[in-house]
C-alpha cells in the first residue's frame, strides 16, 4: 500500500513537470508574438485617437503626478504625448476607465495640441447590452469633438450639461463624459 502510494506520487509529480515543461515551451513561442500583436493594436488605437500624429511617448511621470494630487485622476491607466513626422506636438492621448453600469468602461480620447477633442474611442466596457453599449456608437461619441481644456466641466443634459446621454443609459453616458473630462484635466496639466 505505501509503495502504491509512493509510486502513484512520484507519477503524477513526473505528469505535472513534463505539463509545466510543455506550457513553458509553446509559451516561449506565442509570448513575443502576443506582445507584438498587442503593441500592434494599442498603435493602432492611438493613430485613431489622435489622427496626425506619427509618435507616441507614454508619460507616467505626469499621470504619476496628478494621480497623487488629486484623487479624481485615479480611472486613468496612461497618458501619451503625441508628435507630428517632423517632431512637433500633435497633442495628448489619455486612456480612462471610469465606472459605469456594468463596471469600467474604458476609454482612449484624443486632445490637440490646440487643447481640443479630436476623437473618443471605447476600448472595453461591460455596459448593459442594446442600453449601455449604445455609448460606444459615433452618435454618441462624435458629441465630445471639439469640447476643449478652456470649457466648463462637460456633463450630460441631465445633470444640466450639453452632452446629450443615450437614453436609458445615463449612468453609462456619464462614465464616458468622465472620462473625457478626466483627459481634459491631464492635457491642461501638459500645457495644452
Known amino acids: 500500500m505505501r509503495n502504491q502510494f509512493i509510486r502513484l506520487t512520484v507519477v503524477l ?13 509553446v509559451d516561449s513561442f ?9 503593441e500592434a493594436k494599442l498603435q493602432q488605437n492611438l493613430l485613431q485617437a489622435l489622427p496626425g ?3 507616441f511617448d507614454e508619460d507616467k511621470t505626469l499621470l504619476t503626478q496628478a494621480q497623487e494630487a488629486e484623487a479624481s485622476y485615479k480611472p486613468a491607466s ?17 486612456t480612462v476607465a471610469p465606472y459605469g453600469y456594468g463596471g469600467p468602461v474604458t476609454t482612449m ?20 447590452p442594446g442600453l449601455g453599449t449604445k455609448v460606444t456608437k459615433d ?3 462624435t458629441g465630445f469633438i471639439g469640447a476643449r481644456t478652456t470649457d466648463e466641466t462637460l456633463a450630460v443634459n441631465k445633470d444640466g450639461g450639453r452632452i446629450a446621454a443615450v437614453a436609458g ?7 464616458v463624459t468622465k472620462a473625457v ?10 500645457g495644452l
Not at 509529480?13 to 515551451?25: D, K, N, V
Open 13 to 25: 509529480m513526473l505528469i505535472s513537470g513534463l505539463a509545466s515543461a510543455a506550457l513553458a515551451l
Open 30 to 38: 506565442t509570448a513575443p508574438r502576443i506582445k507584438a500583436a498587442a
Open 53 to 55: 500624429a506619427a509618435r
Open 78 to 94: 496612461a497618458f501619451y504625448r503625441a508628435y507630428k513626422s517632423d517632431g512637433s506636438p500633435a497633442g495628448i492621448v489619455a
Open 109 to 128: 480620447i484624443g486632445v490637440g495640441s490646440d487643447g481640443e477633442v479630436k476623437a473618443v474611442r471605447i476600448l472595453s466596457q461591460t455596459e448593459t
Open 139 to 141: 452618435k454618441f461619441l
Open 169 to 175: 443609459a445615463t449612468i453609462s453616458s456619464r462614465a
Open 181 to 190: 473630462n478626466i483627459a481634459l484635466a491631464l492635457a491642461k496639466r501638459a
